[in-house]
Nanobody
Framework: QVQLVESGGGSVQAGGSLRLSCVASGYTTRTMGWFRQAPRKEREGVAVISPGGLSTSYADSVKGRFTISRDNTKNTLYLQMNSLKPEDTAMYYC????????????????????WGQGTQVTVSS
C-alpha cells in the first residue's frame, strides 16, 4: 500500500520559515513534488524534483524563497520555505509518480499517481 505522509505545516508570521517533510512508503519513489491549494483556488504546482534529486523546477511565485530536496535513503521529500508571505497560505500536498516524468509536465499536475493527505500552512501578516 502506497502512502505519502506530510508533516511540518503550521502557522507563522510573514517573513518566517517552515520545513515540510513527506515520507513515502510502499513504492519506489520517482518524480516527486509539492503542490498547494488555497481556499477558492485551484491546486497549483509549487516545486518538483527528479528521482535522483539533480533537477528541480519551481513556480515563479516561490523561486528564490523555497527549496525542494529529497533523501532517497530515507524515502523523504522536503520543502524548505523561507521569507513566507500571506499568499503562501494553503494546504500543501506531497505528490509522486510511479514512473519518471518530465518536470515541466509534472509541475502542471499531470501523471501523478500518488497524493499525500496534505499539511496546512498559514502565514499571517
Amino acid at each position: 500500500q502506497v502512502q505519502l505522509v506530510e508533516s511540518g505545516g503550521g502557522s507563522v508570521q510573514a517573513g518566517g520559515s517552515l520545513r515540510l517533510s513527506c515520507v513515502a512508503s510502499g513504492y519506489t519513489t520517482r518524480t516527486m513534488g509539492w503542490f498547494r491549494q488555497a481556499p477558492r483556488k485551484e491546486r497549483e504546482g509549487v516545486a518538483v524534483i527528479s528521482p535522483g534529486g539533480l533537477s528541480t523546477s519551481y513556480a515563479d511565485s516561490v523561486k528564490g524563497r523555497f527549496t525542494i530536496s529529497r533523501d532517497n535513503t530515507k524515502n523523504t521529500l522536503y520543502l524548505q520555505m523561507n521569507s513566507l508571505k500571506p499568499e503562501d497560505t494553503a494546504m500543501y500536498y506531497c505528490a509522486g509518480s510511479a514512473t519518471i516524468q518530465p518536470l515541466d509536465v509534472f509541475i502542471l499536475g499531470r501523471n501523478i499517481n500518488y497524493w499525500g493527505q496534505g499539511t496546512q500552512v498559514t502565514v499571517s501578516s
